[in-house]
């Protein structure tokens, strides 16, 4: 299995909303991250877990919060978003101990806040 | 602090013509890796190619290749025999060689379509 699978594929939701964003992958890998992608831009990094521990906070808002249940999956949980958070979230994993060899990338959640 | 630059929005060549992309870096760090990353309308992002700064000879992969001029800081992916699947956005991105690094530089993407 060489995939990151993400669902939901498509999200929309209310300010007022709770929902969560799932990422599993079965390669081994011991690094997972969430990115935040606006259209036409680079992705942009929001977390990283390396070896199922928070290693990095991109000074993110605490209305979007990461839980790594098990070396397997990412969660990114959502509550009281706002209309600029609307974008397409990716999900990635890499080997541990870096990123030298490259991510591989889920097909992502394109989020719409309303 | 790192910085990556495509400059070159957007570009477009025919089916079975070779394509240039552009991406330049600015970076004090001698041993680093640099990435490109395709990114098709289905969303999701695909590693095309991955060089180490501190190997001198270009990586390639099939049809793409990529020419590093590390004293130039410069990292161009040039794609030979273009199909109509390798219209994309392309992402140069790149990495400090250090232990438990994770984080990437992206640039901000060049935009390619072929043409049939």
């Known amino acids: 299995d060489t995939e990151v699978t993400q669902t939901p594929k498509h999200l929309v939701m209310g300010m007022t909303n709770k929902k969560s964003l799932k990422c599993e992958q079965h390669m081994g890998h011991r690094a997972m991250y969430w990115y935040k992608q606006k259209a036409k831009k680079p992705p942009e990094l929001m977390f990283v877990?390396?070896?199922?521990?928070?290693?990095i906070n991109e000074s993110v808002p605490s209305r979007f919060s990461p839980e790594c249940p098990n070396s397997s999956l990412l969660n990114l949980h959502l509550h009281a978003l706002q209309p600029e958070d609307s974008a397409l979230y990716l999900c990635?994993?890499?080997?541990?101990?870096?990123?030298?060899?490259?991510?591989?990338f889920g097909s992502g959640t394109r989020l719409t806040v309303v | 602090a790192q910085t990556v630059t495509q400059s070159q929005p957007e570009m477009s060549v025919q089916e079975a013509e070779t394509v240039t992309l552009s991406c330049t870096y600015d970076t004090s760090e001698n041993n680093y890796y640099l990435f490109w990353y395709k990114q098709p309308p289905s969303r999701q992002m695909i590693l095309v190619i991955r060089?180490?700064?501190?190997?001198?000879q270009n990586a390639t992969e099939n049809r793409f290749s990529v020419n590093f001029q590390k004293a130039a800081k410069s990292f161009s992916l040039k794609i030979s025999d273009s199909q109509l699947g390798d219209t994309a956005m392309y992402f140069c991105?790149?990495?400090?060689?250090?232990?438990?690094?994770?984080?990437?530089?992206f640039g901000t993407g060049t935009r390619l379509k072929v043409l049939a």
């Open positions: 877990y390396s070896y199922e521990k928070l290693s």
């Open positions: 060089q180490e700064a501190y190997k001198q």
């Open positions: 990635a994993s890499s080997q541990g101990g870096g990123a030298n060899y490259g991510y591989t």
């Open positions: 991105a790149f990495m400090k060689h250090s232990p438990g690094t994770y984080k990437y530089i």
